[in-house]
């Protein structure tokens, strides 16, 4: 007598920057960020979650605002999720990525994109259960969106093959 599996099965999805993605049944995410910053925002009660990768902090401008800026990101994805029939309330955030070198800018792009992250989410009042920001090394992460799971690796360097579509070896 053979047993059913009740396991879910993830979809698997390469968020690229300037994306939001949010998951309508379980996935697995990854994305490759630098300076760059992901917020992953996970409704307890719902069991799913939703990720976006921005470049750069803000902009006022809404002939161009899109999601390469974190303030429309961020906002956005919350947004997404409270229409979708998440409640504030029940969602909690992680807040990855913000990393800064001075051999590539001399402007400190990832503090500015975290900040605008926490900021966001401090006036939404969703709470923020870790951070893995800062720093000089580049991330590669991996969020599981139905377990709110986030695998986050620190690189010296990020290779055109860390980016998709992959090319060589990784």
């Given at each position: 007598?053979?047993?059913?599996?009740?396991?879910?099965?993830?979809?698997?999805?390469?968020?690229?920057?300037?994306?939001?993605?949010?998951?309508?049944?379980?996935?697995?995410?990854?994305?490759?960020?630098?300076?760059?910053?992901?917020?992953?925002?996970?409704?307890?009660?719902?069991?799913?979650?939703?990720?976006?990768?921005?470049?750069?902090?803000?902009?006022?401008?809404?002939?161009?605002?899109?999601?390469?800026?974190?303030?429309?990101?961020?906002?956005?994805?919350?947004?997404?999720?409270?229409?979708?029939?998440?409640?504030?309330?029940?969602?909690?955030?992680?807040?990855?990525?913000?990393?800064?070198?001075?051999?590539?800018?001399?402007?400190?792009?990832?503090?500015?994109?975290?900040?605008?992250?926490?900021?966001?989410?401090?006036?939404?009042?969703?709470?923020?259960?870790?951070?893995?920001?800062?720093?000089k090394k580049g991330r590669?992460?991996?969020?599981?969106?139905?377990?709110?799971?986030?695998?986050?690796?620190?690189?010296?360097?990020?290779?055109?093959?860390?980016?998709?579509?992959?090319?060589?070896?990784?």
């Amino acid at each position: 007598m053979s047993k059913k599996s009740n396991s879910i099965v993830p979809v698997n999805y390469f968020l690229e920057p300037g994306y939001i993605f949010l998951a309508t049944k379980p996935a697995i995410i990854s994305t490759v960020l630098g300076s760059c910053v992901s917020v992953c925002i996970y409704d307890r009660k719902r069991k799913l979650g939703g990720i976006n990768h921005f470049l750069l902090p803000s902009i006022r401008d809404n002939h161009q605002a899109t999601a390469k800026y974190g303030n429309v990101a961020t906002l956005t994805l919350i947004r997404m999720m409270v229409n979708d029939g998440s409640i504030i309330k029940h969602l909690e955030a992680q807040i990855l990525g913000g990393a800064y070198n001075p051999k590539i800018s001399s402007k400190d792009i990832g503090r500015e994109n975290i900040m605008v992250a926490r900021k966001i989410l401090a006036g939404k009042r969703i709470y923020v259960a870790s951070e893995d920001v800062g720093g000089k090394k580049g991330r590669k992460i991996v969020f599981n969106t139905h377990t709110n799971e986030i695998a986050a690796m620190k690189v010296e360097k990020l290779r055109k093959s860390d980016w998709y579509p992959y090319e060589d070896k990784r």
